[in-house]
């Protein structure tokens, strides 16, 4: 059974949310349009290339909408991961923007620290989350009024209070068009429009990270279960996600 005949079940307000979705989107292009005809767009979508974000990246070619989208490629991935990026660099009409990072600090960390280093502690993962997702985002998001995440409530306990639109970071306002979809919804729009999708979703993975760092769960298990399992749940976080208003950073998507 793959992934769209396991999960592609649609909640009761799919189209109000759909609707919703789509509303804040064109809103989100409006209000972030490049200041100048050809110039660079305010707003840009950060996907993870998961599920959610493969829906995002969809709407945002199909509506079409002038919103940038691009990819923190960890030199870490899947190689389903990558191999879904190639064809989402290809079917897009909208340019996928691929940031890596500095293979200088990749290299002088790995040799410091060596290959396994994320397993050791979770000082050193969170070290190495810094150089392959925390700087390049910081170069991707440079000049950015605003951008889009796949965020949903559903997720975990600490996204549960995910807002459609988060301004608590003052550098930047946050998008999470899919905040209140359940998992099913996703599934049922990936069914109805046939997009495109990580291979990996058919082999138990929900939620898909760095190779390293995510393997399938069990049914029944938590939704990120399979993300830094070797750590305690409170511990789960990188930071490319960061609730400005308390101390608790929240789990990249």
Known sequence: ?????????????????????SALLHQAARDYAPVAAGSATRVSQASSLGAEDMVISHL???????IGIFVLETGALHPETLELLSRLKASSHVPIEVFTPRNE?????VAREGKDAMYQSIALRKACCQIRKMEPLA?????????????????????????????TDAARVKLNPLANWTWGD?????????VDYNPLHDQSYPSIG?????????LGDDFRAGRW??????AKECGLHVNRSNSLEKEPA
């Open 210 to 218: 760095c190779a390293p760092c995510t393997r399938a769960i069990s």
């Open 186 to 194: 996703v599934w049922h729009f990936i069914s109805l429009h046939q």
């Open 105 to 109: 600090a990749v290299v002088q960390f």
């Open 60 to 66: 945002i070619n199909s509506l079409p909408l002038d």
């Open 229 to 234: 399992w070797w750590e305690d749940e409170a």
């Open 139 to 167: 170069r991707a998001l440079t000049g950015k009024q605003a951008w889009i995440t796949g965020l949903r409530r559903e997720q975990s306990g600490a996204r549960a209070d995910v807002p459609l639109i988060d301004t």
């Open 1 to 21: 059974m793959n992934a769209i005949q396991l999960n592609a079940h649609a909640s009761a307000g799919f189209d109000a949310k759909l609707a919703q979705t």
